[in-house]
Structures are given as structure tokens and as C-alpha cells.
């Protein structure tokens, strides 16, 4: 009998919930799919109306500000390494550094944001991935983040 546990290849918000310190309305991922170890990952984000950045950005047209598009490849690639790790939200995922950051189009509600990290290298809890946003399956930003995970 295999006693020993299968990866995960999916994480739902509960898993999210318990590897990443973030909550509303700053928890920017909502399932994490596609799990390939800490080398990959796709995060799903269900863009709404009724998150607080779109009352100022901006009114009347509203847009997923860029800034909080990279922070959501950021955290799918924290919940990831959280989670292969086996750390919880008792660690604090903390940026290093952001670098190559595009914006391509404007993402607004309605949208559902694919963030596709991809890991770049790997040093002790340092990690370094490259993120694509993704709408409909088009290219919509894109970043290098390096992260570094603390235990609190």
C-alpha cells in the first residue's frame, strides 16, 4: 500500500486560504491549477464589478489597475511554493524584486485573469519565477517577481 501523499496538482481557496497570509480584498488569486511541483503553475482570477479598486480606477470605465495583476502572479507563485514546501499562512511571502513588467491591454471585470508563473531559479526560500497574464487567451501582462519566504 502507498502510504506516501500524491501532490497537489490544484489548489481551491481553502488551500490558498491556508498557505498564503492575503485576504479580501487583497487576496488576488482564487484557484490554482495546473500544478507542476514549484516549476509551474496557473492561477484563476474571476475579475468583478464589485472589488473596491474599481470605485477610483476608474469610474465609469473600469480597469484591473497593472500593479495588482503582478501582485496575483506574485501570490500564485507564493501559494505554490507554499505549498510544495509545506509552509502556511504562518509564513510571509515578501517581493525581492519585479522586472520586465509589460501591460498589454486592459483587463476589466468580467475577465477571467490566467496568471501562468513559470519558476526561473531557486535559492534556499528565494524564488524567482516569470508571470503571463492571460484573457481569453491573450497575452495581457507580463513579469519577472522574485519572492523570498520568511516563517513569521
Known amino acids: 500500500m502507498n502510504t506516501q501523499t500524491e501532490p497537489k496538482t490544484t489548489l481551491e481557496i481553502g488551500d490558498i486560504l491556508r498557505l498564503l ?22 492561477g484563476i ?3 468583478t464589478a464589485n472589488e473596491p479598486q474599481f470605485t477610483g480606477h476608474f469610474p465609469g470605465r473600469p480597469v484591473m489597475p497593472g500593479v495588482l495583476i503582478v501582485e496575483g502572479m506574485a501570490q500564485t507563485a507564493g501559494a505554490i511554493c507554499s505549498a510544495v ?38 535559492k534556499k526560500t528565494m524564488w524567482w519565477y516569470r508571470g503571463e497574464a492571460y484573457v481569453r487567451g491573450e497575452l495581457v501582462a507580463e513579469a519577472e517577481v522574485g519572492a523570498m519566504i520568511v516563517e513569521s
Open 21 to 42: 497570509p492575503h485576504r479580501y480584498p487583497f487576496l488576488l488569486v482564487d484557484r490554482i491549477v495546473d500544478i507542476r511541483g514549484d516549476e509551474y503553475g496557473v
Open 45 to 47: 482570477k474571476n475579475v
Open 85 to 122: 514546501q509545506g509552509f502556511s499562512n504562518t509564513s510571509e511571502v515578501l517581493f525581492l524584486t519585479i522586472d520586465k513588467a509589460k501591460f498589454r491591454k486592459p483587463v476589466q471585470p468580467g475577465d477571467t485573469l490566467e496568471y501562468r508563473v513559470t519558476r526561473k531559479a531557486r
